[in-house]
C-alpha cells in the first residue's frame, strides 16, 4: 500500500523478489483533468483518502491478504492507523519518506510515525524534522533499520532502545562519548540481537577515544558478515570489543562513520 505525494495505490508481488506490480490507483477528482495514462485502473474520487481505502480493499479481499508494506509521507497518519486498526499481523516493511522541507507539524508527524508504525522485517524511516526534535520511546523489533537521511534526531539513548539485527544511521550527530556509553550499554548484555550497525557522521569530527574501562584493543582479523538480501561485506581490521557472555564484535570508524559488526557464532 503506498499513500504518497497526494496518490494511493496498492501494489501486489507474485514472489519475495519479484518487482512490484501497480494493479490500482486512487487520485483526486481534481486530477482527472490532466488525462495522464496510468498501466493500471485509476480511481478517482473528492475523497481521495476513501477512494485508497476502497482500493486497497478491493485488492486485499481479492487476493485474500493482509497488507504487507505501507509507504508513506507526513500526511499519512491516518493510513498507519488504518492498517493498525484492519489487520491483526504487522506490516512486513514500512518506509517513511521525507518531505521536500521541514514543515512546522515534521516533528509532530515523525514522532506519530515512530510511536505507531511497526514492521517486523525492514523499516525505514527518513524526516526531515528540526534540531530540536526528540523521542523518548523504543522502535522494534525488527529485522534492519534505516534512516536513510537527517538522524541528527538519534541519541545514544535512542540507540540503545532500537531492537534491529542491522541498523544504519545516516546524519548521525553522536558523538565518542555517546558511543562510549552505547558500547557499555552492549557490553552489560543489551541489544542482543544486534549483528550490525553503521553511522555515517553529519559533521567528519569524530575521533575514536574508547574509554579503558571498555577494553577496546586493536585487532588485524578479517570475517565476512552476511547482510540482509543476501550480500555480503568483508570487514579487516580495527578494534575488538567483548560482551560479558563472551560475544565479540569488530568495530570500524574514522572521521566520517563508526561500524560495529558483531559475531554470535565465534
Same mark, same amino acid.
Given at each position: ?75 499519512? %497518519?491516518?493510513? !498507519?492507523?488504518?492498517?493498525?486498526? $484492519?489487520?491483526?499481523? =504487522?506490516?512486513? &516493511? ?5 518531505? /521536500? ?62 531492537? %534491529?539485527?542491522? !541498523?544504519?544511521?545516516?546524519?548521525? $550527530?553522536?558523538?565518542? =562519548?555517546?558511543? &562510549? ?5 552492549? /557490553? ?79
Amino acid at each position: 500500500m503506498i499513500d504518497y505525494k497526494s496518490c494511493g495505490q496498492a501494489h501486489i508481488k507474485t514472489s519475495e523478489d519479484a518487482k512490484q506490480i501497480p494493479v490500482l490507483l486512487a487520485k483526486h477528482m481534481s486530477e482527472l483533468k490532466r488525462q495522464l495514462s496510468w498501466k493500471c485502473p485509476v480511481l478517482y474520487s473528492n475523497d481521495q483518502i476513501l477512494g485508497t481505502k476502497m482500493t486497497v480493499e478491493y485488492v486485499t479481499d481479492l487476493f485474500g491478504l493482509d497488507i504487507h508494506e505501507l509507504l508513506t509521507d507526513r500526511n499519512s %497518519a491516518w493510513a !498507519i492507523q488504518w492498517v493498525n486498526n $484492519r489487520q491483526k499481523n =504487522s506490516l512486513y &516493511n514500512f518506509a517513511f519518506n521525507k518531505t /521536500r522541507k521541514c514543515n512546522s507539524d515534521a516533528d509532530e508527524a515523525l514522532d506519530f510515525v515512530l510511536r505507531n508504525a511497526r514492521a517486523s522485517n525492514y523499516c525505514s524511516i527518513e524526516g526531515s524534522v528540526s534540531d530540536n526534535f526528540k523521542f523518548d520511546g523504543k522502535l522494534g523489533p525488527m529485522r534492519k533499520l534505516t534512516i536513510p537521511s537527517n538522524g541528527h534526531w538519534v541519541t545514544g539513548d535512542n540507540l540503545s532502545n532500537f531492537d %534491529a539485527i542491522e !541498523i544504519t544511521i545516516q546524519g548521525s $550527530r553522536l558523538s565518542v =562519548s555517546d558511543l &562510549n556509553v552505547f558500547l557499555r550499554h552492549w /557490553r552489560a548484555g543489551g541489544l542482543t540481537r544486534l549483528e550490525w550497525l553503521h553511522l555515517n557522521f553529519e559533521e567528519h569530527t569524530f575521533r575514536e577515544r574508547f574509554d579503558e574501562d571498555l577494553e577496546v584493543v586493536k585487532t588485524d582479523e578479517r570475517r565476512v558478515y552476511h547482510c540482509s538480501y543476501g550480500y555480503k561485506k568483508v570487514v579487516h581490521g580495527g578494534y575488538s570489543v567483548q560482551r560479558v557472555d563472551g560475544v565479540k564484535a569488530l568495530i570500524q570508524c574514522d572521521l566520517r562513520r563508526f561500524v560495529m559488526v558483531v559475531w554470535h557464532q565465534q
